[in-house]
């Protein structure tokens, strides 16, 4: 079932937020989706809304550049359904407290977007919308798995300025951000566009942007915590958590 789950109230949300939901099930994705194969593992992410210090935030994480795939990469909290779990909230939920130290009883479950089909890893994934009314911490779960974890805010992910496209070597040319020191493309990019056009959040930006991904600014080779240069990651340091040393999990955003 895609919309807006079974008795959810959105009274008291904010506006943004309910014209996403209102919309969940038109979801204006730029790029048509291939059909699933029959082989495709059902998967689940996690779209975690809050309110942070700067503002209305959603929740990302950066897989660690450990891992044989996606290293390095920004993306939702989210992986496979395990047997016989609440598929596809209950995954997304799971998911997110394994990654970025999330407590399901914290989030406010609101929705379910379109599924999505990523051919390259044959997953089938539903996009799980949440609202965060009491954020809490977030946490760098499993440092072999995840490098940083970061609460973004959505004006800085609507700024003109962050927006741009990326050219990949095989040829895919999609949406990118450049926000708390990561550059956000592929699946998650393309995710996270159609949201803010959902929720009525997109501005106008310069889509003949368009930079080779290897010179961009993505990092799918770099270190588990690593920041860069530059000085945006002190612009971040409140909402976001990296691997500490040893890749101890590290706590940056204080409980309110």
Partial sequence: ?????????????????????????????????????????????????????????????????????????PAFPGGGADPGEDYPVGTAL?????????????????????????????????????????????TVGDPLEVARVARVPLAELADPANRFRVRHPAGYVGPAFGVAGMVVWGFTAGLLDAVLEAAGLARPWNARDVRPLD???????????SLGEGGAEDAAAPTVAD??????????????
């Fill in 1 to 73: 079932m895609t919309g807006l789950l079974p008795g959810v109230d959105t009274t008291g949300l904010p506006g943004y937020l309910q014209r996403l939901v209102a919309a969940a099930g038109d979801l204006p994705l730029r790029h048509r989706m291939q059909p699933a194969t029959d082989t495709a593992r059902r998967s689940a992410v996690l779209i975690l809304f809050g309110e942070g210090p700067r503002g209305a935030d959603v929740l990302l994480i950066e897989k660690s550049a450990r891992l044989r795939t996606h290293a390095g990469q």
């Fill in 94 to 138: 799971r998911e997110a407290q394994e990654e970025a130290g999330v407590d399901p009883d914290g989030v406010r479950v609101l929705a379910t977007l379109p599924e999505l089909f990523l051919g390259p890893s044959d997953n089938l994934v539903v996009p799980v919308v949440a609202w965060w009314a009491d954020p809490r911490d977030v």
């Fill in 215 to 225: 010179s961009a600014g993505a990092r799918p080779e770099g270190a588990p915590g």
């Fill in 243 to 256: 691997g500490g040393p040893g890749d101890v999990a590290t706590r940056t955003v204080p409980r309110r």
